[in-house]
């Protein structure tokens, strides 16, 4: 397991725009799969984004066209792009690793986890 840690997080309009970072601050095994979950009280969490070893990507239908998820690997850094960002949107973001899983229904499974950082956007 690695150890992760996002920053990014703050509040915003609708419409506005918002970058998470997601940093390993230990060893992360450059096999591993990154993702982004995001939980909004009374929900369940929702897988957000993924990207593989492979630099393939992933996302959840309700973000599809605005967020943009990548990487630097030099960096040992993970970043989530959030673009027209939706009142729906407001949630704990978690950055997420692990070493096999890649699919973002299996959060679950998820070996490695940020403590989270809050996105809240107003109307």
């Known amino acids: 397991q690695v150890q992760l840690v996002e920053s990014g997080g703050g509040s915003v309009q609708a419409g506005g725009s918002l970058r998470l970072s997601c940093t390993a601050s230990?060893?992360?095994?450059?096999?591993?799969?990154m993702a982004w979950f995001r939980q909004a009280p009374g929900k369940e969490r929702e897988g957000v984004a993924s990207?593989?070893?492979?630099?393939?990507?992933d996302y959840a239908d309700s973000v599809k066209g605005r967020f943009t998820i990548s990487s630097d690997n030099a960096k040992n850094t993970l970043y989530l792009q959030m673009n027209s960002l939706k009142p729906e949107d407001t949630a704990m973001y978690y950055c997420?690793?692990?070493?096999?899983?890649?699919?973002?229904?299996?959060?679950?499974?998820?070996?490695?986890w940020g403590q989270g950082t809050q996105v809240t956007v107003s109307s």
């Open positions: 997420a690793a692990d070493p096999a899983v890649c699919y973002l229904g299996a959060g679950e499974f998820f070996r490695s």
């Open positions: 990207i593989d070893s492979s630099g393939g990507t």
């Open positions: 230990e060893y992360s095994d450059s096999t591993y799969c």
